[in-house]
């Protein structure tokens, strides 16, 4: 919920309020993001949704609008520990962006980080890195600071289930 609250919304809901919220939007149905399984059990999620349903993206001062298009955004990426570094990150992107581009999406911006060391903190990296939105086929369009890119994906440019 990080980015779907004003920061004063999530820090009052930190924790089991602020997943209650988060289940509430489930029902809704509208669209959230993709869930990955392996034997029943969930071992990864992808965050995607319209941009404009993100408060704190919308008023974060990094991650301004670059132009007026329509964009959905991956603002959160997670993959159980057990399941890192097997490519697993670039599938689940892509899923999820095939699904927002089922669902009406035209362009898909995602912001992930670019790591100063070699072994940063799991805790750090749930936006995901560069390489896997490349090998999921973003481009960067943009480098707000020294540790952190805009990239896109279009419709067009990969194909998507009908």
Known sequence: M??????????????????????????TGKPLGTLAFSNNIPIGWCSVSPRETYLGLEKSR????????????????????????????????????????????ETIEAYPIIPKKDKMPDVFAWVGFVKAYKNAGFDVVSQPS?????????????????
């Open 2 to 27: 990080t980015w779907r609250l004003t920061s004063k919304e999530y820090e009052a809901n930190k924790g089991e309020n602020n997943k209650l919220k988060f289940h509430d939007l489930v029902k």
């Open 62 to 105: 990094l991650f301004k609008r670059i132009d007026r298009n329509p964009v959905w955004s991956v603002t959160c990426l997670f993959i159980r520990k057990d399941f890192r570094r097997d490519g697993l990150s670039s599938t689940l992107i892509k899923t999820a962006c095939n699904n927002a581009f089922n669902q009406g999406a």
């Open 146 to 162: 020294e540790t952190r890119l805009i990239m896109r994906l279009t419709k067009d440019k990969i194909k998507t289930n009908p």
